[in-house]
Structure formats: C-alpha cells, structure tokens
C-alpha cells in the first residue's frame, strides 16, 4: 500500500526508541486512539506494523532506524504484557475497537485511569512506559498543563521506579516540569510535527 499514516509511524518510532525488547510490560498510560499499544501488540506478533512494507519505506523511520527487520513470532506468552489506560470511557472504547479491528485485541489489557492521579496500574511491574502525553489545547492554559507535566512527574516517580519512560513530545518547554533526568533525546519532524523523543529511566 501507499505510505503508512503518520501516527503509525510515529508510534513504532517511540516504540524502537525505547528499546522495549518485546519480552518485558509495556504501558501507555494516555492512550487515546491506541495507536502505540496496537503497534507494540503488532510487534509481538508479526515482529512489526501490519503495513511493514510502507512503513520500512518510509523516509522517517529509516532517518531514525534503518531498515526494519520483521518476522512473524510464533512464540506468544498467554501472559498479557501490554496495558493500556485513558481518562476518557469513550476514548477508550475507540481504543478497544481499533485493537479488535487490527486483531490483537486479545494482547492489551484497557482500564480507565487517570495518568496523573490514580492509583490502578497495580498490575504494571517493571517494564516501559512508552507514550504520547497531551500537550497544548488539550492541556487547558499554560499553567494549568505545568501543573498536570508536575502531578504526573510525581507519580512516575513514586509509583514507577524502576521502569523506563519514553515520550514524544510536541511541545518541549512542558519537559522540565516532569523533573526527571533524561537518558537521551532526539529531535523529530514528522509531517507537520516537531518535536522530541526523550528516554528516562525513573527512579535514577
């Protein structure tokens, strides 16, 4: 087919960046339309996006990558390891029909949660947090999306220690508020977004 959308590519970008080796939890904790966890439960299953062929192709991920390398995994734990959570039920619901649609709905674990308050990933051990969090009018004024960059930085740090978190983000002046140390960075153009994909082990 043609070139696979910009969030596909996006997300298996971030999903590489990480470094999750398929193997250890994955979360994302502001999932929206599912994008990441269906790439990631793709990965699992085919060792890549339904549409590798556009998306190895394709001029961003080979800028970032290289040329993938895909093979199907035959291997599968009946262990669910990718979980996902939304603060929206009507997101999540999008969510949930995008994973059945792409059939690996089977693979991801949905709940509705609140990223920057709430206490429900009791079932997320030591893994990758790996996500695409909200930013500018989804945030609400300036100090309003500071103060919600500060709660979730809290909470990764006292919840999450131990886990690697990797983000992109549109709007880089938001970063700082998350007080963590960052591994690495790299900068990112995709289409019309700029922005960065940033690592962090938590608890460091």
Avoid: M
């Avoid at 996006?10 to 590489?16: F, G, K, T, V």
């Avoid at 990480?18 to 990441?36: I, R």
């Avoid at 998306?55 to 035959?74: C, D, M, R, T, V």
């Avoid at 709940?111 to 695409?132: L, P, Q, R, Y």
């Amino acid at each position: 087919g043609g070139e696979a959308p910009i969030r596909e590519i996006l997300a298996s970008a971030l999903i590489r960046y990480s470094g999750w080796d398929a193997k250890s939890q994955l979360y994302d904790p502001f999932c929206g339309s599912g994008t990441v966890v269906v790439e990631a439960a793709l990965k699992l299953l085919y060792g890549g996006h339904t549409n590798y062929r556009s998306l190895a192709s394709s001029l961003p991920f080979q800028k970032l990558f290289g040329q993938p390398n895909f093979k199907e995994n035959l291997n599968l734990s009946s262990e669910i390891k990718i979980f996902a959570s939304d603060l929206d039920p009507k997101t999540l619901g999008l969510a949930r029909l995008n994973a059945k649609n792409a059939g690996v709905d089977h693979l991801i674990h949905f709940f509705e949660s609140d990223a920057k308050i709430s206490e429900n990933e009791e079932k997320i051990s030591e893994g990758f947090i790996v996500t695409n969090p909200p930013y500018g009018v989804r945030l609400g004024t300036k100090e309003e999306a500071k103060e919600a960059y500060l709660a979730w930085g809290k909470k990764l740090k006292d919840h999450f220690s131990g886990n690697v978190l990797a983000i992109v983000c549109g709007d880089t002046s938001l970063l700082g508020f998350l007080k963590l140390k960052k591994d690495k960075e790299q900068s990112l153009t995709i289409g019309k977004l700029k922005g960065k994909l940033v690592a962090y082990t938590l608890g460091r």
